[in-house]
């Protein structure tokens, strides 16, 4: 019954921007931190942004000042605004909702791949 659905991935030049989304159902959204995660190939799954129920952000390092992650509660989405792609960024990219207090309530999707390509 949970589900989360990513969209928006696809090949982009360096340079260039994508929006991720994630909608989530089966789940009281407004009651579970939300974040992206990357998976690159022979790399380990990293957590590139998150947000809590309270909207506090936090990023990887090398994804500062380029991805924007975001909320709205009403459409029970998740967004990351990807600008500044870079090659390095090419990964499989996760949406994951933890509960904010419940946290071994914890569920994935299944994944959009963002090929970063000239």
């Known amino acids: 019954q949970v589900q989360l659905v990513e969209s928006g991935g696809g090949l982009v030049q360096p340079g260039g921007s994508l929006r991720l989304s994630c909608a989530a159902s089966?789940?009281?959204?407004?009651?579970?931190?939300m974040g992206w995660y990357r998976q690159a190939p022979g790399n380990q799954r990293e957590l590139v942004a998150d947000i809590t129920s309270s909207s506090s952000t936090n990023y990887v390092d090398s994804v500062k000042g380029r991805f924007t992650i975001s909320r709205d509660n009403a459409k029970n989405t998740v967004y990351l605004q990807m600008n500044s792609l870079k090659p390095e960024d090419t990964a499989v990219y996760y949406c994951?909702?933890?509960?904010?207090?419940?946290?071994?309530?914890?569920?994935w999707g299944k994944g959009t791949l963002v090929t970063v390509s000239s």
């Open positions: 089966g789940i009281t959204f407004s009651t579970y931190t």
């Open positions: 994951n909702a933890k509960h904010r207090i419940f946290v071994r309530m914890d569920f």
